[in-house]
Every structure is written in structure tokens, then in C-alpha cells.
């Protein structure tokens, strides 16, 4: 077993993948403010890339987004060109906006299948032009660890995660969590898969080595984005229900609960759900509360949930539940299928 190691990259090559965000600015000549820089200069901006025993290429996408504006179109054409580049390279570092960079590494790691390299989303708090950024360490160690290979010549991570602040964060585990910190993820129910200090400490326990290796990289990129999503909240009325979990474009919705999986225990609560759920829609509980999960077998308000349908999300983050719904939606048309696969651990992204 593999426990804790922490190996110095041998020669190898990384994909540095730039979909735009914060990270890639710096203040324009002209006074016009911060503006994406070329990434073809990366080793320019960042002269500690040429440190590494490694090639490092770039790819950029053409225009840049601000991650608030991402669809999953980004997310089908980042899984194209993985699978296009994938015997070329080691690892990929893909460059994102934080807003959502939880949403897209939560999805990509359910489109690839048979994982056996990094893909390492990473980002910044500040561009990486301003003299305190925070965006070359999350970038530097986002290379390491994507280039990082153990004595047998194993990939180190063979996950989708998120790095940042000196944590390697499963994907699907991750969250955004702080607005304005350097601190801005989170992976609430599930420990960091490496710390980055002195050296990179990897916690090769918890990290899922999957069946990849020797198999070729799959990906699905077939997504059904009809999903909605519920929070319920003291005061929200019949109608908002109504109108979301009954909406006619909507496949599936995710309700966002209050502690342990609890809702609204009032008749026309529970008459909108079993609706809903007869209808033939997919009902997702998934806790508002950032650390532990859904249990709706220990109140009468979550058993009340159960027994009209709707399925439990565990300890999953809304993020997760998004992209495995695209996903599973997208690649079968039958919602009872979904509903149980829905409650399988599929991507390491639910303790089950
Ligand atoms: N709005 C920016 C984005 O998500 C924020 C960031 O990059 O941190 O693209």
C-alpha cells in the first residue's frame, strides 16, 4: 500500500489547459485593467515552470469565459480534448474560474471513465500578474502533482480534483466555499487527497486508483441538463413549489433539504411531491448543511419524503448531484434506472 509518499516528478509531459477566470490576468499597458494574458507565455509570467524535469504545453480556449458563464459545452469540449490529447501528456492542469470550477470537475469526473492520469483544475483568488497572488502556487503545484508518478510509473492521482491553497480536493467533493479567501474550497466530507508544504504530502489511502490503467480513456458526453434545483426555506410558498417541481421541462430535481434530509411536512408539501414523483419525475434529496448527509429514515418529515419518492443523495454536494444527473440522464432514458444508480457511489463522489 501506498501510504503517504512524496516523489519528485520524473520526466514527463502536462497538458496546461486555459479556460479563463481570474488566474490568467494582468493588468493591461494601456490602463484598461486586467485582461487574459497569452498563454503561449506562460513560462514568462511563471519562470518557476522551466524548474521542472517536464514538458509543459498549453492549450487555449478561444474566447475565454468568465466561469459564470460556463455550460456544459465547455465541459463536452474539455472531455474531447482530454480524450484527443490523452496519450500525449501525463496530466492535464486545467485553469478555471472559481465560481464554478466545483460544477466542472464535479461533471468531468463523471464523463471520463477508466481515468488513469490527473486532470487538476485549479485557479486563483488573484491574477496571477499582481504581486500577492495566490494563482503561481496553485499553478506550480497543480503541475507537480499532474506530472507526479509513483516508483512503478503510476500516476500519483488518477482523479479529477481541484487544487487550491495548498489542498488537493476530490472533485466531486469540492465546493466553493469563501468569496474573497485564498482558503475558497472545501471538500466537507472527504478528507484532502494530498497537502501541498514542504513537499506534497499524497494520502494514497483515500485516493481511488479506479481500473484505468491499461484500459482505454471513455468519455460520455451526452448530457441532460433538464434539472432544477429546490432549497426549501421557512416562508416559501405553494405556487414556487408547484412550479418547480412540476415544471414540464424538468427530468429531475434536486431538493435541497434542511439537517439530516427534513422538508415541509404540510399536506400540500408532500401532495406537490408525490405528484412529482408519479408523474414519473427524479427526486433528489441532497442536505443544505455542508458536512455529514441525508438520512431520511430518522424523522417523520424525511420518512415522509421517502415514502413519496424521492431518492436520497447521501452526503453529496449539490454540485456532484448536478453533473451525475447531466450525466446519467444524458446516457439512459429510463428514470427508474436513474433513480438507482442515482444511489450508487459511481465516482468516489458519495460515501457508500
Ligand atoms: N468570476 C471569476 C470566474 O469564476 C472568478 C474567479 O476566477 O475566481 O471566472
Given amino acids: 500500500m501506498r501510504l503517504f509518499q512524496d516523489l519528485q516528478a520524473k520526466a514527463s509531459a502536462v497538458l496546461l489547459i486555459y479556460t479563463g477566470g481570474t488566474i490568467g490576468m494582468k493588468e493591461s499597458t494601456d490602463g484598461q485593467g486586467l485582461v487574459p494574458f497569452d498563454f503561449s507565455g506562460i513560462a514568462d509570467e511563471v519562470p518557476e515552470l522551466r524548474k ?30 482530454i480524450k484527443a490529447r490523452y496519450d500525449g501528456y501525463d496530466g492535464f492542469v486545467i485553469l478555471h474560474g472559481t465560481d464554478t470550477m466545483s460544477y466542472s470537475a464535479s461533471a468531468l469526473s463523471f464523463m471520463l471513465d477508466n481515468l488513469d492520469k490527473p486532470v487538476i483544475f485549479t485557479g486563483s483568488q488573484l491574477p496571477i500578474g499582481r504581486p500577492r497572488t495566490d494563482g503561481k502556487e496553485n499553478l506550480i503545484s497543480s503541475v507537480e502533482i499532474a506530472a507526479a508518478k509513483d516508483a512503478d510509473g503510476r500516476a500519483m492521482v488518477p482523479e479529477v480534483c481541484i487544487f487550491f491553497d495548498s489542498q488537493l480536493l476530490r472533485g466531486n467533493r469540492s465546493t466553493k466555499v469563501n468569496a474573497t479567501g485564498f482558503d475558497a474550497f472545501s471538500s466537507p466530507n472527504y478528507p484532502a487527497l494530498a497537502t501541498a508544504g514542504i513537499s506534497i504530502k499524497y494520502n494514497s489511502r483515500i485516493i481511488h486508483y479506479g481500473s484505468g490503467r491499461h484500459r482505454d480513456l471513455q468519455i460520455s458526453t451526452s448530457l441532460d441538463t433538464r434539472v432544477s434545483i429546490l432549497k426549501v426555506h421557512p416562508g416559501i410558498t405553494e405556487q414556487v413549489v408547484r412550479d418547480i417541481l412540476l415544471g414540464t421541462e424538468t427530468r429531475a430535481v434536486i431538493i435541497e433539504t434542511y439537517g439530516s434530509g427534513n422538508a415541509i411536512s404540510k399536506d400540500w ?53 448536478l453533473g451525475k444527473l447531466f450525466y446519467l440522464m444524458g446516457t439512459n432514458n429510463d428514470n427508474e434506472q436513474v433513480k438507482a444508480l442515482l444511489g450508487k457511489n459511481l465516482k468516489g463522489e458519495i460515501s457508500k
Avoid at 53 to 79: G, H, K, M, N
Avoid at 283 to 310: E, F, P, R, S, W
Fill in 52 to 81: 521542472f524535469a517536464c514538458r509543459i504545453d498549453s492549450y487555449t480556449f478561444d474566447p475565454l469565459i468568465d466561469s459564470s458563464d460556463v455550460e456544459p459545452r465547455l465541459w463536452q469540449q474539455l472531455a474531447e480534448l
Fill in 269 to 321: 408539501f408532500l401532495d406537490i411531491i408525490r405528484e412529482s414523483s408519479e408523474k414519473g419525475k427524479i427526486l433528489l434529496n441532497v442536505t443544505q448543511c455542508l458536512c455529514g448527509d441525508v438520512n431520511m429514515d430518522l424523522y417523520a418529515t424525511g420518512k415522509a419524503l421517502k415514502n413519496a419518492g424521492v431518492v436520497s443523495g447521501y452526503d453529496s454536494t449539490t454540485e456532484a448531484a
